[in-house]
């Protein structure tokens, strides 16, 4: 990494002089900075707005995040973990298209999280863990994707994937549900399942004892029937006993 005058500065570094009677600030700018990113190397000169990784994690940072980090547009990582930054976090967060590594854990944001994070589907890492977040998690492919710790100790947090419900979630029906409609449906099958069981009873009693009652109680009945049955089997004997014959004859 090389120091050099500049410009157009973007990013300085600033030393303190004392020239009488006051002190002064001498700046100087960082220009040209060599990036390793995913085993790659990537060298930028003078092209510092487009920077790729900004990490200022581990500080004493306070107050909200500067709005102006959110127009790096082609951040690729950013980590402000372990400082003291307060408020929400920016909607504009949306802006950077590029994020696959965000990091805000450790910090004092409070309120929900912006629905524009959602739209981030290139975020691979995510960290917002031990804020003061609250709210449901915005639904989308990419929130939801990541583990419950990404979310941990935001205890007002709610929302898959987290296993705590939202209120709205508990009381609210899913969309394209009738609580209504489901219960009539469901005392319906209930009906049509007991109504089998009674059917399926009487067409036993009806069907078996309807006939073998009759037979039992009328002489005539049963006499008739068992003529009829053995004539039946006399019938398939002669039957048979011809068709085996003539099978025997045309062998022979």
């Not at 002489?219 to 014959?245: C, E, P, Q």
Request: net charge neutral; with cysteine.
């Amino acid at each position: 990494m090389t120091r050099e005058k500049s410009s157009n500065p973007i990013i300085g570094l600033a030393d303190k002089i004392w020239i009488f009677p006051r002190y002064v600030y001498k700046y100087s700018y960082l220009d040209n900075v060599l990036l390793t990113w995913k085993g790659s190397e990537h060298q930028y000169k003078s092209t510092l707005g487009l920077v790729k990784c900004l990490d200022l994690s581990s500080n004493k940072l306070h107050g909200p995040i500067p709005e102006e980090i959110m127009d790096l547009v082609g951040l690729i990582a950013l980590n402000l973990s372990r400082n003291h930054l307060t408020g929400p976090i920016t909607p504009k967060i949306g802006q950077l298209n590029s994020l696959d590594f965000l990091d805000l854990s450790r910090n004092h944001f409070s309120r929900s999280i912006p629905s524009s994070l959602s739209q981030l589907n290139g975020l691979s890492v995510l960290d917002l863990s031990s804020n003061n977040l609250s709210g449901k998690i915005p639904l989308g492919t990419q929130l939801q994707s990541f583990n419950a710790s990404v979310y941990a100790g935001n205890p007002e947090l709610c929302g898959l994937p987290l296993p705590n419900k939202c209120p709205d979630e508990e009381s609210t029906p899913l969309p394209g549900r009738n609580d209504g409609a489901n219960t009539l449906e469901d005392e319906d099958d209930q009906f049509m399942t007991l109504g089998f069981y009674v059917g399926l009873i009487l067409g036993f009693f009806v069907g078996f004892w309807g006939v073998c009652g009759t037979l039992m109680l009328n002489r005539s009945w049963r006499h008739g029937y068992y003529n009829f049955l053995t004539g039946m089997k006399d019938w398939l004997y002669v039957t048979a006993a011809l068709n085996i014959a003539k099978l025997q004859k045309f062998r022979n």
